[in-house]
């Protein structure tokens, strides 16, 4: 089985991509201990604004010249940033894929990227989450996001930024994406696996857009994305302490952590948030929507064994 995990196991094409481009990576870069993904505020980004190294990612549904926009700030559709596969409504695109487009947002190997929206943190953080796939070293959560900056009496520009198209090499991490496979040969054994759903979603009451779930896996606790946050609206993350209680109440001591929702988009940040925090952490990209396609063991309620 290969190391590295990017898509299902079930698209071979893709996996056989995969595989193929991550044995072209050197052994540095597979056995990399990524460096914490930084949170910074608004005073702070706009003091760098005109820092050559800087990236501001605003990633949005509506990115045409109407939406105001942080200066400088590179909009990018969260459309590209999923796309539906073999019936699973919100995988990764493929390597190459995303390579051309952090090439067309000019995203330069050493750049440090700050992800923002005017919508969802989510939606930001499956831009920072997708670039860590992709193996990029520097990357940055705007807390306080549009919002704050906006609140705080700053600048907002319209209209496309300015830029140069750059060329994005592929350098995916090792198994940061994982399958149903990964997990299943993997619960019971330093797993921890965190259910980003609501509570009737994880207790098998509730649905998702009219699907119904059945329940959770065999070991998962629930954190919702919003419990991540000390205000939800302006974007603002809790402090580094809450967030390592919420995690370590959910792991033991040498745990690797898995982040999941119904398709990966709410995941995306409880990912981030991990990764802000420097811990050990996976995305089941299919997530329960893969999980119970696939008719796998759930349990309903509350339990977690």
């Not at 040498?254 to 990764?275: I, K, N, Q």
Request: aromatic residues 6%.
């Amino acid at each position: 089985m290969s190391r590295f995990r990017w898509l299902p196991s079930h698209t071979r094409s893709l996996s056989m991509l995969l595989a193929v481009t991550a044995a072209l990576a050197t052994t540095a870069s597979a056995q990399r201990a990524p460096a914490p993904i930084q949170v910074v505020d608004g005073a702070w980004l706009a003091s760098h604004l005109d820092d050559a190294d800087l990236v501001v990612l605003q990633v949005e549904m509506d990115t045409s010249a109407k939406t105001a926009r942080i200066p400088g700030a590179r909009m990018l559709p969260y459309r590209a940033l999923v796309m539906t596969r073999d019936g699973l409504s919100s995988e990764l695109p493929s390597p190459d894929s995303l390579a051309s487009l952090f090439s067309g947002l000019g995203i330069a190997p050493g750049a440090l990227v700050v992800a923002t929206t005017t919508h969802e943190p989510p939606m930001a953080a499956r831009a920072l989450m997708t670039l860590d796939v992709m193996g990029h070293p520097r990357l940055a959560f705007l807390s306080g996001g549009v919002a704050q900056w906006k609140r705080d009496g700053r600048p907002l520009a319209t209209g496309p930024a300015r830029f140069t198209r750059s060329s994005y090499s592929v350098r995916p991490a090792a198994e940061v994406v994982v399958d149903a496979e990964w997990i299943s040969q993997r619960q019971g054994r330093g797993l921890a696996l965190i259910d980003t759903r609501t509570d009737g979603e994880f207790d098998g009451t509730g649905n998702r857009s009219g699907m119904p779930s059945d329940g959770h896996p065999a070991g998962a606790r629930q954190l919702q994305w919003e419990q991540v946050f000390a205000n939800v609206d302006l974007h603002q993350l809790q402090d580094s302490a809450t967030l390592r209680r919420l995690y370590t109440e959910r792991m033991r001591g040498g745990d690797t952590l898995v982040t999941y929702c119904w398709v990966g988009y709410r995941a995306s940040m409880t990912y981030v948030a991990a990764r802000t925090l420097g811990l050990p952490v996976r995305l089941y990209d299919g997530s329960y929507q893969d999980w119970q396609r696939r008719g796998l063991p759930v349990l309903k309620g509350t339990d977690r064994q």
